[in-house]
């Protein structure tokens, strides 16, 4: 969602903080702005609707420069996108303030604020705390204490960072419900969301806890828990290839991350050695908590949901273990009753997504077994805040629309029902049949690449519809339904995924000739009874489009059109079957000319409620 960036430097860091805006053009924004503290004490300051190309522009006929700054992209939640209401906010032509997150008691602060004779120029929930930090300052008291004290009076979520003129080698910055980190250099350091906007700055890093505060300088940092007391947190160096980000040959991220899966499933699976699992790549203790274990809860938002609905049938059919799936938005605030020995598992592609994040906090005292999250990153929220953790191997992911990040989570919950599995009687000849299966994915998925160019001709036949129905049977049904999410994310055409059992039950009323079918069609027990939900579409004039298995038997005739999938073990078909909805989506998207990689209205990580 929203980004920070923040510096405080011996140096001018007008460049550092919108290199950093660049590197978080991902996460999703509607504008973009940033404020520096000059050599004569004064607040420069330039905020633009759109893109971080516009704050670039300005830079570059109008520079403002300076040893201490910060930045800022936003997605608007409060006020619609406009100069007025991008960020950073000041106040008095002292104070600058960035915000991520949601003041939920902004309106009250709001009025009483302006009874003490603030302006508000902006409908932003941000506003109310530059207001609050410059009534404190203005008393005399230091930017460190108006923080301690504004954050006092917040509630919701937030990750501030702030400057003041009167103390012009200081970003003094608060983190509760929302991501921020702190980046360590020599004679400088630096705040932000996300690792990858300091990348090019540092390799250090410090994960600020919930609650901290942090005063940061040229000559040194210093952080406080929310008390206020010093406290020292552990810091980290980040490894890895930085130009892991760059596009190389490919015209968008999420054809390249398309591309990658193949290497990012043969990563992900290399944790485990031998012919089978180990409960340890889990984590610490896991062996003990699955020997306790009875019963799951997944609990996950939007791609990642859909990976638990895919879970549910493995953990059920391989590890005979029920598996209740919730999305993590609703799973909080109901009335809920957990199964004795149930383990808790979050999923989580950034490791910081709010509901997810909010689930796990807000489970009871030993309502659960433990708590085991997947996700891609390390360090993360919920990988801290997890009794376990399973980490995906599959680097950075630009694209707002997951693909890679999708298929390693479901590879992922593979492992996790052959281990949990192995704890309830799987046989040894079953476990080494599904390790070797895991083994045969990366190739499965380079074959499916390959029909890449039969699935672009495909899509032209989408371009010009308004609406699309996916159809999928047993654990096709979530494979149909990511593949729903992804042509609605990028081509803002109305998709939706249905069993295909239940098309007699109301979907068939909206089936014609301008709402093409996509079905998912492998080779497996249930084909027969697709098949007979297929002709049902058929009968009513539908437009099909099925991604068969080569031996399913469908061939191409007036008003379907096949799609021949590679011959797959039934165990791996989810991952195959989404990688070509995945090429699917891509293609119309790119026809239909909208932004594949940052689509309207959308975030990469969604850090607010």
Not at 13 to 32: N, Q
Not at 235 to 240: D, F, T
């Amino acid at each position: 969602m929203c980004g920070i960036v923040a510096a405080t430097a011996r140096r001018e860091v007008s460049e550092i903080l919108l290199e950093g805006l660049r590197r978080l053009e991902y996460r999703g924004y509607d504008s973009a702005g940033m404020a520096l503290i000059d050599n004569e004490h004064r607040l420069q300051l330039h905020k633009y609707q759109g893109k971080v190309a516009n704050l670039e522009e300005a830079q570059t006929l109008n520079p403002i420069l300076g040893c201490t700054g910060i930045a800022h992209t936003r997605w608007a939640t409060h006020g619609q996108p406009s100069a007025a209401n991008a960020h950073p906010h000041i106040s008095g032509q002292r104070v600058a303030v960035v915000h991520n997150g949601i003041i939920e008691n902004h309106q009250a602060l709001r009025e009483e604020l302006s009874d003490a004779g603030y302006d508000f120029v902006s409908a932003t929930d941000t506003e109310v705390i530059v207001h609050l930090l410059h009534s404190k300052v203005n008393e005399g008291i230091s930017l460190f204490d108006a923080m301690r004290y504004t954050v006092s009076r917040l509630d919701g979520a937030y990750a501030l960072a702030a400057i003041d003129t009167h103390c012009p080698e200081e970003v003094v910055a608060a983190r509760s419900g929302s991501p921020l980190v702190v980046g360590v250099g020599i004679g400088e350091h630096f705040l932000a969301s996300d690792t990858m906007a300091l990348r090019q700055v540092t390799d250090r890093f410090i994960y600020l806890d919930e609650g901290d505060l942090v005063v940061c300088s040229a000559a040194g940092l210093a952080i406080y828990d929310r008390g206020g007391e010093p406290v020292q947190r552990e810091m980290k160096r980040i490894s890895g290839d930085i130009e892991d980000a760059d596009l190389g040959d490919f015209e968008h991220y999420m054809l390249k991350e398309i591309y990658e899966q193949p290497m990012a499933l043969a990563a992900t699976f290399a944790k485990a050695v031998g012919e089978k699992i180990d409960d340890s790549i889990f984590g610490e203790g896991a062996a003990k908590a699955f020997a306790k274990t009875q019963a799951i809860q997944i609990v996950a938002c939007g791609t990642s949901y859909h990976a638990g609905l895919v879970a549910r049938y493995w953990l059920e059919d391989i590890a005979g273990i029920p598996c209740q799936v919730e999305v993590a938005s609703e799973f909080r605030y109901r009335k809920r009753v957990a199964h004795p020995g149930t383990l808790l598992v979050t999923v989580s592609q950034s490791g910081e997504t709010a509901d997810t994040l909010a689930a796990l906090r807000h489970a009871a005292p030993g309502e659960f077994v433990a708590s085991l999250v997947v996700a891609n990153v390390d360090n993360s929220s919920l990988v801290r805040e997890s009794d376990m953790a399973f980490l995906t191997r599959a680097g950075i992911e630009i694209g707002v629309a997951s693909t890679k990040a999708f298929t390693t989570q479901l590879v992922g919950f593979l492992m996790l029902a052959l281990v949990l599995g192995r704890h309830r009687g799987l046989t040894a000849e079953r476990e080494q049949q599904l390790v070797e299966g895991l083994r045969l994915l990366p190739d499965l998925v380079k074959q499916t690449l390959k029909i890449d160019p039969q699935i672009e001709a495909m899509s032209s036949a989408f371009i010009q519809k308004h609406h699309a129905l996916f159809l999928g049977r047993g654990i096709q049904y979530p494979v149909a339904m990511e593949g729903a999410l992804k042509l609605k994310e990028i081509s803002y055409i109305h998709a939706e995924a249905y069993p295909a059992g239940e098309l007699k039950h109301g979907p068939l009323a909206l089936v014609d000739a301008d709402m093409p079918i996509v079905a998912v069609a492998p080779n497996d027990d249930l084909l027969d009874k697709l098949k007979s939900n297929l002709e049902e579409v058929r009968s009513r004039g539908g437009e099909l489009y099925v991604f068969a298995d080569v031996d399913a038997g469908f061939k191409d005739e007036p008003g379907v059109h096949v799609l021949a999938m590679p011959h797959t073990p039934e165990v791996l078909q989810p991952v195959i079957y989404t990688v070509a909805l995945q090429l699917l989506a891509y293609h119309v998207a790119l026809q239909k000319g909208t932004d594949v990689d940052k689509p309207r209205n959308l975030a990469k990580s969604v850090t607010v409620e």
